[in-house]
């Protein structure tokens, strides 16, 4: 559960998830309602909503949490441009001359979403140096984008 | 008993000579994720995806054109639409009523059916999916996340034990193993035989036992394959009608009426109350839509 909050507010979102909600399978945390629980056993796979993995100390954010944290208003963004859409879901990093728009802190280390211009959540990085059209090379590192399952379909396949 | 001739004889026998196969990629549009029909369909023509409505289906588009693959655009990563073959989006829609429902989904993986299932429900009520195979749950999983399910809870397990989970469920879809059809497998007449299609509908009978007893009395069971072979189809429908306490119910969709004479055996009447859906656009398909009946 801390795990989670902590994790949100590296964008500067708060979270608060319900702790009676949150059911842990393994490494794996999922977010259950009240009408679900009831039918999630100790032997289950998956359940509700994922919100992502533990492993060697290390919170991965399932895509349904960072959409959460994006619905949250306050929650670090950049919006880029449709160029630059496909390079990011392919795991590059962004350009500050591919940024339109940049909502909440631009601080360098801290965490931002990567949303295009229809407000959809492709990913998430980390700010490297203020983001911004003018600065030139790299302004967001990759961390984790939509392409991944694209990729874990390739693994299991 | 097998070979490419035994079975072109076979089908022969039940009145459809293959003619004209183009199977046609299909998709079909998540409202969930995709509330605005027309505005996804004009990203993804603005992409270089030609997409046609299919006129049996209600969210299904065929993909006309595809400068790119329909597996690898943000509108797919986004759970936006999920790729579905045209007929295998039949049996879902066929239940009433899903909203707010607990539904068994019993060979769920790899989980198209189980993302139409929580779209139609609107993420209400309760999905249970159970796979037997440990390795095909991971497409499942992965298959929720990106379509944003939220209201399953996914068990490794064969159907025929579901009694153990002590649910009674309102709604049950077999989307049954089957022997699967030449139409979408090339090596099919080389690998199958009769011998395999009797295992594979005995395995499909008990799985259907074991789903009526798991069904309240006011449920529905939807059994479905992609097997053109009667043993699986037909002939199990016509063995549940006669052993379990289910009733055919009438279905409206694409596809022909199920057979009621199958090598000079007759079967029950209602078994007409299927659909079989021969090779074409679309792969084989068969679905049947059960409800229980009154205790006698
Ligand atoms: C036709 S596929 C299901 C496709 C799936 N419903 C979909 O729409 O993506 C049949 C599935 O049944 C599973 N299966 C086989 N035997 C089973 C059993 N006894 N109990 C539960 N699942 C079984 C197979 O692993 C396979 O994934």
């Known amino acids: 559960m801390k795990t989670i909050a902590d994790f949100a507010r590296q964008f500067d979102a708060k979270l608060m998830l319900r702790r009676d909600l949150v059911v842990k399978k393994n490494n794996r945390y999922f977010l259950v309602d009240e009408k679900l629980k009831p039918f999630v056993s100790n032997n289950f796979y998956f359940a509700g909503t994922y919100l992502g993995k533990v492993k060697k100390n290390k919170f991965f954010p399932s895509f349904e949490l960072l959409r959460m944290i994006a619905e949250k208003g306050k929650a670090n963004k950049i919006t880029i441009n449709d160029r630059t859409e496909w390079l990011f879901i392919c795991g590059r990093d962004v350009f500050g001359k591919s940024i339109v728009k940049v909502e909440g802190s631009a601080k360098k280390g801290a965490h931002t979403l990567v949303m295009n211009r229809y407000s959809d959540c492709l990913g998430f990085g980390k700010i490297l140096r203020e983001p911004s059209r003018e600065v030139a090379g790299v302004a967001v590192k990759n961390v984790s984008d939509i392409g991944d399952f694209l990729r874990r379909e390739r693994k299991n396949s | 008993m097998s070979g490419k001739e035994f079975f072109l004889h076979r089908y022969e026998k039940l009145g459809w000579k293959p003619s004209d196969i183009k199977l046609k990629q299909a998709i079909r549009i998540n409202p969930t994720n995709a509330p605005n029909l027309e505005e996804t369909v004009e990203r993804l023509q603005s992409r ?79 999905i249970i999916a159970l796979d037997v195979e440990k390795s095909k749950l991971i497409a499942l999983a992965n298959h929720l996340e990106r379509c944003h399910v939220k209201n399953t809870v996914v068990y490794q397990m064969d159907a025929r034990h579901v009694a153990e989970l002590g649910i009674k469920f309102g709604r049950i879809l077999l989307d049954v193993p089957c022997s699967g059809n030449f139409a979408a497998d090339s090596s099919w007449f080389a690998r199958r035989s009769l011998k395999d299609i009797e295992a594979n509908a005995a395995l499909q009978r008990e799985i259907l036992a074991k789903a009526a007893v798991s069904l309240r009395d006011d449920g529905e069971i939807v059994y479905a394959t992609c097997s053109l072979e009667p043993e699986e189809n037909e002939m199990n429908v016509d063995w549940a009608v006669r052993n379990l306490r289910l009733q055919v119910e009438e279905i409206e969709c694409y596809g022909e009426k199920g057979l009621t004479e199958i090598f000079g055996q007759k079967l029950h009447r209602s078994v007409e109350n299927c659909r079989r859906i021969w090779p074409g656009q679309t792969q084989g398909f068969f679905v049947c839509k059960f409800r229980k009946r009154d205790e006698p």
């Open chain 2, 48 to 126: 270089g995806i030609k997409l046609e409505k299919i006129s049996f289906l209600e969210k299904g588009y065929w993909v006309s054109k595809a400068k790119l693959s329909a597996g690898a655009t943000t509108e797919y990563l986004l759970g936006m639409y999920s790729i579905q073959e045209a007929a295998a989006q039949i049996p879902v829609s066929l239940f009433t009523d899903l909203e707010g429902k607990v539904v068994l989904d019993a060979c769920a993986a790899p989980g198209g059916k189980t993302v139409q299932l929580a779209d139609l429900m609107h993420n209400s009520g309760v």
